[in-house]
């Protein structure tokens, strides 16, 4: 049995060197280092991937005068001087093009999934003057105030209660089914129309999943059958899967193609705002 999904869990007791050989001693194919999805070689050969699939690829060039702006009036450092410190331009990007891709007005109720602390429900809410919720299963159960806790697969709200709902930096971290239940569960919760944006969407020429193995070891994580596994010295998490594009479909696409639409995006100048950016590519899924 799984243990219960945290986020940034306690390390284990096991080194780096000793995490990977007890993965190795259970039988995994475990590859050394983290995903490479954003080299310019490993963008190509995975937007060829999913164009062999039969996907229509959007490309985005992030204005940064748009950007820029969009940072002044969301007042990150002066609200929230503490918001990933180490890792602000990519985060604060991402934000804004969900933001963009949502294309947020007033009369939208908006819910930001697997928020855990982040400040864009608040900004969504300050800037588009719509009403904004955050939701993640670290929070108390229930609905208090703007704030959803619980299994995001099983939201205590009724159907159609949302128009626009993201998923920044969270959808890879939802282990074993739960993000084929997710899916099915926004189906529910999305009223027709309504758009879910998932940046970055994680993507890999074949199905992988990254782990750091310190937090994953002994822990009994369940990591995709037929999916290659990388050990992330240092990453911190326990589970990130990237998607190939024919795993996306089987897991995703096809089992509510009755229920959404889906637009793929390859953002294919983040690097160029700042080096440490890593997104390259955004999905945007808009119920029938």
Request: glycine residues 8%; aromatic residues 14%.
């Amino acid at each position: 049995m799984s243990t219960p999904y945290i986020y940034q869990p306690a390390t284990g007791s096991l080194s780096h060197a000793e995490a990977v050989q007890w993965f190795r001693e259970q039988g995994f194919d475990l590859v050394e280092g983290g995903i490479d999805n954003t080299s310019p070689a490993q963008v190509e050969r995975i937007l060829t991937t999913a164009e062999q699939c039969g996907w229509s690829w959007t490309p985005l060039n992030v204005n940064g005068a748009d950007y820029k702006n969009y940072y002044q009036q969301a007042e990150y450092d002066g609200r929230y001087p503490g918001y990933y410190v180490g890792n602000r331009p990519e985060k604060t990007l991402e934000h804004f093009l969900c933001v963009q891709l949502l294309q947020i007005q007033r009369q939208d109720v908006f819910v930001d999934l697997a928020s855990e602390h982040s400040p864009l429900p608040e900004i969504v809410g300050r800037l588009m003057g719509c009403s904004s919720y955050s939701q993640d299963i670290m929070y108390p159960e229930g609905i208090h105030g703007y704030q959803i806790g619980g299994d995001a697969c099983a939201m205590p709200v009724p159907a159609g209660f949302a128009t626009k709902a993201a998923l920044t930096c969270s959808l890879e971290h939802f282990e074993s089914d739960a993000d084929c239940r997710l899916f099915v569960e926004l189906a529910r919760v999305l009223a027709p129309g309504g758009k879910v944006c998932v940046i970055p969407f994680y993507l890999y020429h074949e199905p992988a999943v990254q782990t750091d193995p310190t937090y994953s070891a002994v822990h009994a994580v369940p990591f995709d059958p037929g999916a290659r596994l990388f050990a992330a010295e240092g990453w911190g998490n326990r589970h990130g899967r990237f998607y190939s594009p024919r795993s996306f479909i089987e897991r995703i696409a096809e089992p509510v193609a009755e229920a959404f639409t889906f637009d793929y995006f390859w953002i294919r100048n983040a690097s160029e705002l700042h080096p440490s950016n890593y997104v390259r590519f955004a999905l945007v899924a808009t119920r029938r």
